[in-house]
């Protein structure tokens, strides 16, 4: 299947190493502690954060630092055949290496005995979710004011038509050869979730890192930029107000 | 913590009570009005038909997918509605991970037997071929943000997907893509008792202490078409007659909002 | 499907406000700290009452008082097709109404963390069995001796062929156009359960009311009539007997 | 209270170990003698055949629903039997909600073995068209009221739910309706070991302090079907061929009930 | 079908008296606490067990002796056609009736609150699994260490064409008349494991019981063989070494 | 007990850390070196193929099992491959009864898409009919003895496994057996980093102490089939590397244990 034009244009109009359009906003629900939302291309991912919070049930607790829970969640209707509601094989995986990744940011050291829970589902899925999950968990994480090393930027580089090419949409990803998503913190270049499957010689390995390693920088700058925005909506809406006691405060 | 959270719940239920004494509302409403509503349709592009609703804080994303499939016996001409709802732990920090608990059915049912028992679908045009093949309807319900008042929200938010949804008939081979033949428009009213007031458009805040609570769905004709009485106290007859013109009157609003 | 005739009778030869013929016994199992029969014309309904006991699990006791936990369950073979074990969501729904109706007349607030457990069964089921349940199963509270504002009558009024007719069978349910089941204390008027589903206007559903109201009235005399029943046997079973200690004086 | 129930089951087991050591048992009984037995066949009229049973005070509902399907690969000309088992909470403060564990388990197959074994149900006559329709039978056993002794209860209400049922030709389009084609009457009887005393038809009390159980089915050529032993303790041999000849001796009076 | 010869030689070439080749292993795994491998015929059974241990949950601990629990599984390739991983009824039976077998024999009294798991897995199947299973599970409680009245010999005779017969495979399994597996403790001839389904005489049991019991004893010498290996291969293995501190000695 | 237990936990913490400080490990092996590894195929004889594979004191069970069904609907003319792992709690103190929890399906994920993704079985020889009738083939992986490094022994049993295993045609009517169309022979090789410092094949006390995990799985041209990494610590671009050309180097003296 031909997806990319001899002029090198994909099947949605992109070069071989332009990212999707990518919108984050963070602050987007008032009952999680923090949440995000990313539209990624076609991908609508919302992540919420809860916690740091007691640590049930009781044996998981770590005397020594919090966990962190992430559970990964596709809805119903956000792929074409109706998804059963529940957790499947392939998404208990990806909540295993996203708090994996997002276990080495946070200070969790912190919190002992707490639970830190979050919770990534997607609304509508295009290729490349389980990177928009972790990009948007990581500004829900920083939005509950949970202290972090850093944020956790991540997006899949693949190989289709013989060309590696950045941040596959659905029929790449159906018809590619390859598929490597990774995770990183562009600060210290230290890579939190990587996976490959497909086939790549090592200089397509090497060429699909640097194209991941420059895209990973640009989505970090879109996750600042919207907790830079989120930041000054607060301080906007920050008026005293005769409200009932809030439970949060309790 | 657990005894900061105790006293502040008194302090909560306190504050409402006091107010609902004057005949007020923590947030100034009416005791029949609603929250600001706003009903983004068409959400979702994989879904045969969406609609994302919120009523005041309470967020609430419904799809609906539709699939080729048998009939039930019973009714061997006439398409399957199924409605389901997840109340999803993104959304409150009550909510688990798991399969559906009892709340989840019961909202799931409510909103189901509210469709159905108004004939809102043509169940007849979605039959393909009779005890062979009908079109399936998947009604999913995922709670995003829960302020209260779930049961309006995602009645409303389900009225509007299945107006919204485009039979994918040429996918399944079936001919031209055509709307969801619609034929009623129910809505889905809820109020809670406290203290022997009747309050509209609960928020959590007020659902938490609610003595009982009363969903009534009509129709065009303010004819009803489904009841649910919850909560672990009683309403009397006039507190329910109250509800049913409540929610013929206020039904009428809101079945503006859909279009 | 016409299901009333000319002059009124119904498809099992009833008046459109006639009961089915209902016998209530009270004290009918052995290990049960309370429980009832209920007979409602073909249906067939046992309740058991457990408790006040110690509530497990932990974190669902409630310092202030007593939960009400009812599980409402068909049999395998009270229906027409075998109905496969274990709740389905039709139960869970029943179970959490009937839950709720009897939680308001026990006086719950004197049996702290305890939970009293009530379990309805089906053992055969002709329509109406929601409200054969909190029939029974208020009669089964009282014979545990459990402390109650009333006993909860509960009847379904429905709507077929056009009229408002009293006490849904099975063929009426199956085909008729509503159906109103309510549960009340008769004394005060309360209304405890109500659900609705069907069409009916506003007319229609006052003469329903009406006639559920009455026939709760009804209801109750032969509720409180199984309790006077179950006195006098208990009264005259009474005799003094040698006997190996029991549990239940533990 | 723990404490208190925990001295009570002293208290009651010194109390059964005394009398047995008199020979004799709390309620008086022989050690080979069943308490008092009642059978109520065609209980249920939804189910195709049903009998509710009572020894003593336990209780035990017998349904038996039939449906065609297909037979399995390896028994393509024969009917199917299912027997299921429902430990229900409304029986006794120690069942739980949920699927069968592993008491309704053994329960429900040690019933299945019994009457699958004994032959007691011409399997060949319920097969409808060999590789493709037989009849399947579905025998549901429900505990309503639990005082020892499940496992004879249970038997007797299957053996006599069997016996009563009529097969749904008609309702099927098969035919006439006709009663199930019973070959034999096979009757289990359960003793307990305690203290190296066997005990027949054992109550709850006697199970609680019984160090080992012991089904034994036979038919009426007082032949062995089934056996089953139970509980942590050991039985002599001995003891299996006294419980082997009572089963064989009460068989034949339990078989005389079922008429 | 004709499972024996007219001169009493059955399908596999053994006479009706004839066990099949039989060989224990004890001590074969690292991590468990005790082990053994049991070949009996073609079946291949592995038994591990750990513990005394930490009782969980809570609720199912004794305060006045251990509980004995042990799960038997079939691996889904053990058998013809693959099995579905996860308990089905059989070995729910199958679990308990061997835990009661075992429970016998060990000094449970001597670890009040704990529980002592043993783990059946059979990986492969030719009839018999019952019996190879405590015969596989009572040396591995030797080799944990536990204290044990004695070792439970298994195994089960049947009935073919007729004939008592000891021992059955597959075949005979699957066409007999009867099957009988007893478990039991050969010096004192009590009995810890008995079912029987078919159809046997009164005079066919007792022939059944006679070859049981001696195919026990024989049984019974090979596990004592196995645990005699075991003990001269460990000592051959104390040599003092230099090593990490191992958990275990914790 | 356990508090015991996190001392000791702590003890050989420090004593795999110094040891790797000058650049040795606890069992003498160098960084790159596989403990002693023992493949025996064949060892079921109720598999289609099978192989027993021990890699030091980690002892896998891997079975192929076969059957005939229908082809996914997106891939109508190739077999299906399915794979399952199994901790099963005979293997080790940590593991629990019940389905597959979040580390066992990841093993199984992994070595499924190590034999997918490198195209080892030619699925499309796998096919009967196209749409209608597939090869399906199911690996199971069992642990058996659980000492680290699960992925290349799971792996390596699955491809030993795999390339024993003979269609069983003929019991399926489907012709002659054969052996099944093997295409390339890919190898996984698993390391950890501890304090930066990168061990192939570790033990069970050194994942306990890992900081991240990398497993690589590469064919015989050395190109990439399959990654994960594991845990929650990060690698740098460096030890990726070095990890993918280890992989390829061991991978080829792992092919050769394979014949």
């Given at each position: 299947m031909k997806l990319i034009s001899d002029d090198g244009i994909r099947y949605d109009g992109r070069k071989v190493d332009e990212l999707r359009p990518i919108r984050i906003e963070a602050g987007?629900?008032?009952?999680?502690d923090g949440s995000a939302y990313v539209e990624f291309g076609k991908n609508k991912v919302l992540a919420a954060v809860y916690g740091p919070r007691e640590c049930h049930p009781r044996h998981m607790q770590n005397p020594a630092k919090a966990i962190v829970q992430c559970k990964y969640n596709m809805i119903a209707f956000s792929v074409g055949d109706r998804k059963r509601p529940g957790p499947d094989r392939r998404s208990v995986e990806i909540s295993k290496i996203i708090s994996e990744a997002l276990d080495y940011v946070v200070f969790t050291e912190n919190f002992p005995r707490t639970s830190i829970d979050v919770y990534i589902e997607v609304l509508q899925a295009n290729a490349g979710t389980r990177c928009a999950g972790p990009t948007a968990a990581s500004v829900a994480l920083a939005d509950a004011g949970i202290p972090m090393k850093d944020l956790v930027p991540s997006v899949a580089v693949g190989k289709v038509n013989d060309q590696v090419v950045l941040d596959l949409q659905k029929e790449e990803d159906n018809y590619g050869q390859a598929d490597l998503p990774i995770a990183m913190i562009p600060r210290t270049g230290e890579i939190l979730l990587m996976q490959m499957d497909g086939h790549m010689t090592r200089a397509e390995f090497d060429r699909a890192i640097e194209l991941g390693v420059g895209a990973c920088k640009r989505i970090y700058d879109i996750q600042k930029d919207a907790l830079a925005r989120r930041y000054t909506v607060e301080k906007t809406e920050e008026e005293p107000a005769e409200e009932a006691p809030s439970e949060q405060e309790g | 913590m657990k005894m900061a959270r105790a006293v502040m719940s008194e302090i909560k239920r306190d504050h409402i009570h006091k107010l609902l004494a004057k005949g007020r509302r923590v947030d100034n409403r009416a005791w029949d009005e609603f929250r600001p509503i706003s009903i983004q349709p068409?959400?979702?592009?994989?879904?045969?038909g969406s609609a994302r609703v919120r009523i005041g804080n309470t967020d609430v994303l419904v799809g609906v997918k539709m699939t080729v499939g048998e009939p039930f016996a019973d009714t061997p001409n006439k398409g399957v509605l199924s409605t389901n709802a997840e109340l999803i732990p993104l959304a409150s920090p009550t909510f688990e991970s798991g399969p559906p608990d009892e709340h989840s059915i019961e909202l799931a049912r409510v909103v189901d037997r509210g469709i159905r028992e108004s004939q809102m679908v043509d169940l007849e045009a979605?039959?393909?071929?009779?005890?062979k093949e009908v079109w399936i309807m998947f009604t999913d319900i995922y709670v995003l943000d829960y302020d209260g008042n779930l049961f309006d929200a995602a009645f409303l938010g389900a009225v509007a997907a299945l107006k919204n949804t485009i039979v994918p008939a040429k996918d399944n081979d079936k001919g031209e893509d055509f709307p969801l033949p619609i034929r009623h428009f129910p809505m889905s009213v809820t109020a809670v008792q406290i203290e022997n007031s009747i309050l509209v458009d609960p928020t959590l805040d007020e659902e938490k202490v609610a003595e009982a609570r009363l969903t009534v769905t009509t129709d065009e004709n303010g004819d009803l078409r489904a009841m649910q009485k919850g909560l672990a106290g009683a309403l009397t007859l006039d507190q329910v007659y109250k509800v049913i013109e409540t929610s013929q009157r206020l039904g009428n609003d809101l079945r503006k909002l859909i279009g």
């Amino acid at each position: 299947m031909k997806l990319i034009s001899d002029d090198g244009i994909r099947y949605d109009g992109r070069k071989v190493d332009e990212l999707r359009p990518i919108r984050i906003e963070a602050g987007v629900l008032k009952r999680a502690d923090g949440s995000a939302y990313v539209e990624f291309g076609k991908n609508k991912v919302l992540a919420a954060v809860y916690g740091p919070r007691e640590c049930h049930p009781r044996h998981m607790q770590n005397p020594a630092k919090a966990i962190v829970q992430c559970k990964y969640n596709m809805i119903a209707f956000s792929v074409g055949d109706r998804k059963r509601p529940g957790p499947d094989r392939r998404s208990v995986e990806i909540s295993k290496i996203i708090s994996e990744a997002l276990d080495y940011v946070v200070f969790t050291e912190n919190f002992p005995r707490t639970s830190i829970d979050v919770y990534i589902e997607v609304l509508q899925a295009n290729a490349g979710t389980r990177c928009a999950g972790p990009t948007a968990a990581s500004v829900a994480l920083a939005d509950a004011g949970i202290p972090m090393k850093d944020l956790v930027p991540s997006v899949a580089v693949g190989k289709v038509n013989d060309q590696v090419v950045l941040d596959l949409q659905k029929e790449e990803d159906n018809y590619g050869q390859a598929d490597l998503p990774i995770a990183m913190i562009p600060r210290t270049g230290e890579i939190l979730l990587m996976q490959m499957d497909g086939h790549m010689t090592r200089a397509e390995f090497d060429r699909a890192i640097e194209l991941g390693v420059g895209a990973c920088k640009r989505i970090y700058d879109i996750q600042k930029d919207a907790l830079a925005r989120r930041y000054t909506v607060e301080k906007t809406e920050e008026e005293p107000a005769e409200e009932a006691p809030s439970e949060q405060e309790g | 913590m657990k005894m900061a959270r105790a006293v502040m719940s008194e302090i909560k239920r306190d504050h409402i009570h006091k107010l609902l004494a004057k005949g007020r509302r923590v947030d100034n409403r009416a005791w029949d009005e609603f929250r600001p509503i706003s009903i983004q349709p068409g959400f979702s592009e994989t879904a045969e038909g969406s609609a994302r609703v919120r009523i005041g804080n309470t967020d609430v994303l419904v799809g609906v997918k539709m699939t080729v499939g048998e009939p039930f016996a019973d009714t061997p001409n006439k398409g399957v509605l199924s409605t389901n709802a997840e109340l999803i732990p993104l959304a409150s920090p009550t909510f688990e991970s798991g399969p559906p608990d009892e709340h989840s059915i019961e909202l799931a049912r409510v909103v189901d037997r509210g469709i159905r028992e108004s004939q809102m679908v043509d169940l007849e045009a979605m039959c393909i071929e009779p005890e062979k093949e009908v079109w399936i309807m998947f009604t999913d319900i995922y709670v995003l943000d829960y302020d209260g008042n779930l049961f309006d929200a995602a009645f409303l938010g389900a009225v509007a997907a299945l107006k919204n949804t485009i039979v994918p008939a040429k996918d399944n081979d079936k001919g031209e893509d055509f709307p969801l033949p619609i034929r009623h428009f129910p809505m889905s009213v809820t109020a809670v008792q406290i203290e022997n007031s009747i309050l509209v458009d609960p928020t959590l805040d007020e659902e938490k202490v609610a003595e009982a609570r009363l969903t009534v769905t009509t129709d065009e004709n303010g004819d009803l078409r489904a009841m649910q009485k919850g909560l672990a106290g009683a309403l009397t007859l006039d507190q329910v007659y109250k509800v049913i013109e409540t929610s013929q009157r206020l039904g009428n609003d809101l079945r503006k909002l859909i279009g």
